[in-house]
């Protein structure tokens, strides 16, 4: 049986989300943010959700993040922004579940409590980014693709180019995007692919979703 892909079925996977951030970590709280959070979200809006620990028990909560997920559903993918990989008070997780609209990724802002309200601490500070090889060029690609889906599916053919052809820079493709959009999201798929073969399925779902979404674009 499909997952409930209804926007009100989303609202509730994301409390449902909420309440096992906030039972995995004691004295921890976890809101919406973002456009769900605003009252804004569209069909497309992914789950933002700011979780705010404790201080003393941050490594603790990002130990247990995962595996409390897991039981709200199945997770297929976890990646770390390389912006704050080393942060000493902060990580953005992007979390993709297995059996639910691919639309709705989870991005999971983690901070601890002591710069809950600074939404840019460790922005652009060298110490807590990611070293190479500690991130993937191509699933931060890949991520681009079906950024771009949405962005065309909201009318923002320019947001989808840039993020074509920041994807296609990200991994040292020389190819751009050309407005054919789903042969380009294609492109840019097939790309990642090609430098981690591990992405193949995820990939073969964001193109199936474009022309789906995008085949009268």
Same mark, same amino acid.
């Given at each position: 049986m $499909?997952?409930?892909?209804? &926007?009100?079925e989303?609202?509730a996977f994301?409390e449902?989300?909420?309440?096992a951030?906030e039972?995995?970590?004691?004295?921890?709280r976890?809101? =919406? #943010?973002?456009?769900?959070?605003a009252?804004? $979200?569209?069909?497309?809006?992914?789950?933002?959700?700011? %979780?705010?620990a404790?201080?003393?028990?941050?490594?603790?909560?990002l &130990?247990?993040? *995962?595996?409390?997920?897991? !039981? *709200?559903?199945?997770v297929g993918?976890?990646?770390? /922004?390389?912006?704050?990989?080393?942060? +000493?008070?902060?990580? =953005?997780?992007f979390v993709r579940?297995?059996?639910?609209?691919?639309?709705w990724?989870?991005?999971?802002?983690?901070?601890?409590?002591? *710069?809950a309200?600074?939404?840019?601490?460790?922005t652009g500070?060298?110490?807590?980014?990611?070293r190479?090889?500690? %991130?993937?060029?191509?699933?931060?690609?890949?991520?681009n !693709?079906?950024?771009?889906?949405k962005?065309?599916?909201?009318?923002?053919?320019e947001a989808a180019?840039?993020? =074509? +052809?920041?994807?296609?820079?990200?991994?040292?493709?020389?190819?751009?995007a050309?407005? #054919? %959009?789903?042969? /380009?999201? +294609?492109r840019? @798929?097939?790309?990642a692919?090609?430098?981690?073969?591990?992405?193949?399925? =995820? @990939?073969a779902?964001?193109?199936?979703l !474009?022309?789906r979404q995008?085949?009268?674009?």
């Amino acid at each position: 049986m $499909a997952f409930p892909s209804s &926007e009100t079925e989303r609202a509730a996977f994301a409390e449902r989300i909420r309440g096992a951030l906030e039972g995995c970590c004691p004295d921890s709280r976890a809101e =919406l #943010a973002g456009s769900l959070g605003a009252g804004t $979200a569209d069909a497309f809006s992914d789950l933002d959700i700011l %979780w705010v620990a404790p201080d003393g028990r941050f490594p603790d909560c990002l &130990e247990q993040a *995962v595996a409390a997920l897991a !039981a *709200v559903q199945p997770v297929g993918s976890v990646r770390h /922004d390389p912006d704050f990989h080393r942060s +000493d008070r902060r990580r =953005l997780l992007f979390v993709r579940f297995t059996g639910v609209p691919l639309f709705w990724r989870l991005d999971l802002d983690v901070r601890t409590a002591s *710069v809950a309200g600074d939404p840019s601490y460790d922005t652009g500070n060298p110490a807590a980014r990611a070293r190479e090889g500690e %991130w993937s060029r191509p699933a931060s690609a890949l991520a681009n !693709a079906l950024g771009a889906v949405k962005a065309v599916a909201r009318g923002r053919d320019e947001a989808a180019r840039g993020l =074509l +052809d920041r994807g296609f820079a990200r991994i040292g493709e020389p190819d751009r995007a050309t407005g #054919a %959009w789903v042969a /380009d999201v +294609d492109r840019l @798929a097939r790309a990642a692919v090609r430098h981690e073969p591990d992405l193949a399925d =995820l @990939a073969a779902q964001i193109t199936a979703l !474009a022309a789906r979404q995008l085949g009268g674009a």
